[in-house]
């Protein structure tokens, strides 16, 4: 079974940063796609960002020039800096990993966002 352990959320003023991570581990052959979803009260969940194996990056249009993902493959990690944050970027932010040679998706339990006008 595939787990996602997320950490770095919590609270932060307009304007600043934080660093979200996400270890994944489990008994497959490593992860084609590892990413990140939110979800704000009343609202779908999004996704936030994405990226592949071989570093190719995917981002909403929302998010584009403040946040970065990346990854570590050697520790199945994945990274998102957030930068210039808004309270419009206030949600639960989840994790989301594919293991290799599954169409199967795998996600975190989530962990919050809060940024204060």
């Known amino acids: 079974q595939v787990q996602l352990v997320e950490s770095g959320g919590g609270l932060v003023q307009a304007g600043g940063s934080l660093r979200l991570s996400c270890a994944a581990s489990?008994?497959?052959?490593?992860?084609?796609?590892m990413g990140w979803y939110r979800q704000a009260p009343g609202k779908q969940r999004d996704l936030v960002a994405a990226i592949t194996s071989g570093g190719s990056t995917n981002y909403a249009d929302s998010v584009k020039g403040r946040f970065t993902i990346s990854r570590d493959n050697a520790k199945n990690t994945v990274y998102l800096q957030m930068n210039s944050l808004k309270p419009e970027d206030t949600a639960v932010y989840y994790c989301v990993a594919g293991p290799t040679r599954t169409p199967r998706r795998y996600w975190g339990q989530g962990i919050q966002v809060t940024v204060s006008s």
């Open positions: 489990g008994n497959i052959f490593g992860f084609n796609v």
